[in-house]
């Protein structure tokens, strides 16, 4: 039992510093997103630039939930104490 919480444990921990790390990517996202605003000489400049940014955006979107996905399944498979669901 000791070992199921510590996985537990030890994945939401890993969780917990997955999402930390997404606060900062969203934060230089969207300090980039300004700084390309900022140089828009029109509207339809700046609807543009706004729109080619927007793939990179979804890779990154897209990348961290299924970062998220694995580790809540990690989490999951720690908590049932399936073979080789250690942590980390």
């Known amino acids: 039992m000791r070992q199921i919480?510590?996985?537990?444990?030890?994945?939401?921990?890993?969780?917990?510093?997955?999402?930390a790390g997404l606060l900062d990517g969203h934060w230089y996202a969207l300090q980039e997103r300004i700084a390309v605003a900022r140089k828009a000489r029109d509207v339809?400049?700046?609807?543009?630039?706004?729109?080619?940014?927007m793939p990179a955006t979804q890779a990154r979107l897209l990348r961290n939930h299924r970062k998220r996905v694995a580790l809540w399944r990690?989490?999951?498979?720690?908590?049932?104490?399936?073979p080789g669901s250690t942590v980390g």
């Open 44 to 53: 339809g400049e700046l609807i543009r630039n706004q729109f080619d940014l």
């Open 74 to 82: 990690r989490i999951g498979k720690g908590l049932t104490g399936s």
């Open 5 to 19: 919480l510590g996985r537990a444990v030890d994945g939401f921990g890993e969780l917990a510093v997955h999402e």
